[in-house]
């Protein structure tokens, strides 16, 4: 039985994977920092070897016994890179090479990234940057979060030789119900913002392109890429999407998929907001390659997602859990106020005043 040792399996993603590498057979080890917690892996935190653990730290040990590695760890979004651009830095760049150093060290020859289309961003407005970006196109991104995906990409790429064989995947925006939900993916959002009454609002008017792909579909395109023979993917980068379409049209899409379900909600366009992200993507790559073809509709992961969300009892869509920069805002403050405080409800031991 091959073993894999996912990087950051306890995240939104990487829990959907878990699942569906224990479904296929595989041993799954995680590592991750857990700070969304386990609850992503409740339903198999028996059939998994969990370290808790820092990617920035790990050693060389974290890889005994291990076949391959799929790196879905770090921080996972332009709001919570720009909070910390060091500690993204750290993480999705300086991180993701230093294990692959380690499994070079190691022997062992597969890893698969995280890597993101944002990094094909266009921004909205110039019509001649608007067309279907593939593998081989120019790329020179400048936010925090995609240009350190590039930087490992780089030097990933960099590392590829007969016996290492690193793989990028380059996701676009994904959408659906995972047991370590987030509520900060458009498509989530949508659908949390119409189960809690309120209307959908289109920044910029909902122009802009994003590429998109549900949840069990990338864990697949993962899985494919572990399984295929290295000479089809050593050193290549793969765009996994399902569809590109522009937010409006989403919009649309999210609310005829929800009124079956009893769901109605309200579009509002907002033109004020500029700061917007516009790409789309070619998936023919990896289509041809690796036989990967997405197939979770719009329409079937929004009902999925309705239907699990209330089954999960995910419905405290307020919780700053669900949405990665509100977590860790709320983890730094916390640990500022325990820091002189001490914990919350324990009896501290009697000492001399100290003046802070
Ligand atoms: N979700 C998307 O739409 C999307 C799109 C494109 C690319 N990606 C990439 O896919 C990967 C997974 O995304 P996700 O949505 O599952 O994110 P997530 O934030 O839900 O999961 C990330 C996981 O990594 C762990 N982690 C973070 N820093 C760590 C560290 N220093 N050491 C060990 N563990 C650490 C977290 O605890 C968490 O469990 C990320 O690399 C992200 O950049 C995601």
């Known amino acids: 039985m091959s073993t894999?040792?996912?990087?950051?399996?306890?995240?939104?993603?990487?829990?959907?994977?878990?699942?569906?590498?224990?479904a296929r057979g595989y041993a799954v080890r995680i590592l991750d920092r857990l700070y969304y917690g386990e609850n992503g892996l409740q339903k198999v935190r028996d059939r998994v070897d969990l370290i808790k653990g820092d990617m920035r730290t790990a050693g060389i040990e974290v890889l005994d016994g291990v076949d391959a590695v799929v790196n879905v760890g770090g921080l996972s979004n332009d709001p919570t890179a720009e909070y910390n651009p060091q500690a993204n830095h750290e993480m999705n760049?300086?991180?993701?090479?230093?294990l692959a150093q380690l499994c070079k060290q190691a022997g062992v020859r597969r890893y698969v990234f995280a890597s993101t289309c944002s990094i094909y961003d266009r921004g909205v407005g110039t019509d001649h940057k608007d067309v279907l970006q593939d593998e081989a196109a120019d790329v020179n991104p400048r936010a925090a979060y995609s240009s350190s995906k590039r930087q490992a990409e780089l030097h990933l790429l960099s590392m590829a030789d007969e016996n290492f064989c690193p793989v990028i995947l380059r996701k676009g925006t994904i959408f659906g119900f995972s047991p370590r939900m987030r509520y900060d993916l458009v498509v989530n959002t949508f659908v949390k913002t119409a189960m809690s009454g309120g209307a959908l609002s289109l920044h910029y008017g909902g122009e802009m392109w994003r590429p998109l792909v549900d949840v069990r579909d990338a864990a697949r395109a993962y899985i494919a890429c572990i399984d295929a023979d290295e000479d089809l993917v050593r050193g290549e980068i793969f765009n996994v999407c399902f569809q590109n379409l522009r937010i409006s049209e989403l919009a649309l899409r999210v609310q005829a998929a929800l009124r079956p379900l009893g769901i109605n909600v309200q579009i509002r366009p907002d033109y004020g907001y500029k700061g917007v992200r516009s790409y789309r993507v070619s998936a023919k790559k990896i289509e041809r390659a690796l036989g990967v073809h997405p197939v979770v509709t719009i329409e079937e992961s929004v009902a999925e997602m309705v239907r699990k969300i209330k089954a999960y009892g995910y419905t405290d869509f307020d919780n700053p859990r669900y949405y990665n920069i509100q977590w860790m805002r709320l983890l730094?403050?916390?640990?500022?106020?325990?820091?002189?405080?001490?914990?919350?409800?324990?009896?501290?031991?009697?000492?001399?005043?100290?003046?802070?």
Not at 14 to 21: A, D, K, N, Q
């Open 332 to 356: 730094e403050e916390a640990h500022e106020v325990i820091r002189v405080t001490g914990s919350v409800f324990e009896a501290q031991e009697a000492a001399a005043p100290v003046l802070v």
């Open 93 to 98: 760049t300086v991180a993701t090479r230093k």
């Open 4 to 22: 894999i040792l996912l990087v950051g399996g306890a995240g939104y993603v990487g829990s959907v994977l878990t699942e569906e590498l224990l």
